[in-house]
Every structure is written in C-alpha cells, then in structure tokens.
C-alpha cells in the first residue's frame, strides 16, 4: 500500500490501517477510536523527545509542550504523511483541515497498535523534526501573559469594543489594557479576538 511506503511501516494488520485512514463520514471504522489513543500515544511520545533534551524545568517543559501537540503541528505532520490525498472522507472542503489532523493522531494509534512505542516514537521523531510548530505565545498568547501578569502582578482586562455581522457570522475587537498599555484585537470569537489582543500586545512590547 502506498501510504505504508510514506510512513515507513508495513502494517501487519491492514485492516487497522484502513480503519486509520477511513473518516465515519465515509462510513463506518474505529477510527474515532484510534483517535483518541494516537492523541494520547502522540503526549507520551513529546514528552519522552522533551525529556531526552534535558529541559529544565516544568514552565520550559509545558511551554514546549503545547507548540508540538497542537493542532497546527498535527496538521502540518499529516501534511508530510500525504493524509489530505489518503483519508476516505466526505463533507465540505472547509472541514478538510480538521480531517487530516483527526487523521493523524488516528494513524499513529494504529501505528503503536500495530508496531508499538519505540516504531510510533521515531515516527514521530522523524515527522516533527521537520514542521514549524510555532512558539508558545504564538499558540496560546493569552496564557503566555496571564502568567507573565501573575508573576509582576499586574492586573489585565479585556473589553469587547465593538461588535458587527449577523448572529451566525458576528466579527468582536477586543480591548486589552496592561497596566496603561492598551492594544485591540479582532476575531470571529471573543475568546479569539482575545488571542489575538494578547498576541498584539506581546509583539509590540517585544516579548513583555
């Protein structure tokens, strides 16, 4: 099977494989299963490649962390995999992303099932030493500063400014202040709008 020459494994049991690559929109397979273990699988394999790096404390540690076992990382390793060409899937173009970050984290349930830890791990190795996971105040900004806030002890606030479009499709900007700093952000979401306030305001202060 081609998929099997992209990953680097011949899958004993092809059935799992299929059930890997075969989303419940196109029918029926375990696949939300193998999801859930590849996510759980995917945690353990971060943090074996974390620890053999010697990082230094449990804040470097959970800041690494997230970067590499979030959904952009998932999207972009199942883009190496070739999963956008492979998965059986059926929906609208737009959902496609969240297919093949599904997908991957249902491979590599299948992957360990199949070939066990260490085959899963330098899978893993060998596919997230080549994507661009971004950095912690890129992924989630908004923690990244509440925890630098906490540690001076400076109180935040996030206001919603403004807010336009129709209920199913409303647009927010979002008012932070930081001490007397203030910086905005917009977003389909308060909750992203938000983000993107404390991303705003991170860039601009170089980092606090």
């Known amino acids: 099977m081609k998929f099997e020459v992209i990953i680097g494994h011949s899958f004993q ?3 799992i494989l299929r059930d890997a690559l075969t989303h419940p929109s196109a029918g029926p397979s ?3 299963m ?3 273990i590849g996510d759980r699988v995917l945690n353990l394999c ?3 490649i974390l620890w053999s790096k010697g990082v230094n404390s449990e804040q470097e540690y959970a800041h690494k962390f997230m970067p590499l076992t979030h959904r952009n990382a998932l999207y972009a390793a199942g883009l190496l995999l070739k999963l956008d060409q492979h998965v059986l899937w059926k929906g ?3 959902h496609k992303k969240t297919v093949v970050q599904d997908a991957c984290e249902a491979v590599l349930g299948a992957l360990f099932l199949d070939a066990g830890f260490e085959m899963t791990l330098k899978c893993v190795q060998r596919l997230w030493s080549r994507i661009e996971c971004g950095t912690f105040d890129e992924i989630d900004p908004k923690s990244s500063l509440q925890n630098w806030a906490n540690k001076h002890k400076i109180l935040l606030k996030y206001e919603v400014v403004k807010e336009e479009g129709p209920q199913h499709k409303k647009k927010y900007m979002v008012k932070l202040t930081v001490d007397n700093v203030t910086t905005f952000g917009n977003g389909l979401s308060i909750k992203s709008a938000e983000q993107n306030a404390a991303y705003n305001f991170l860039k601009e202060n170089n980092g606090k």
């Open 34 to 36: 193998l999801e859930f």
């Open 30 to 32: 375990r696949f939300e």
């Open 13 to 15: 049991d092809k059935t």
């Open 46 to 48: 971060i943090a074996q």
């Open 92 to 94: 609208e173009i737009g």
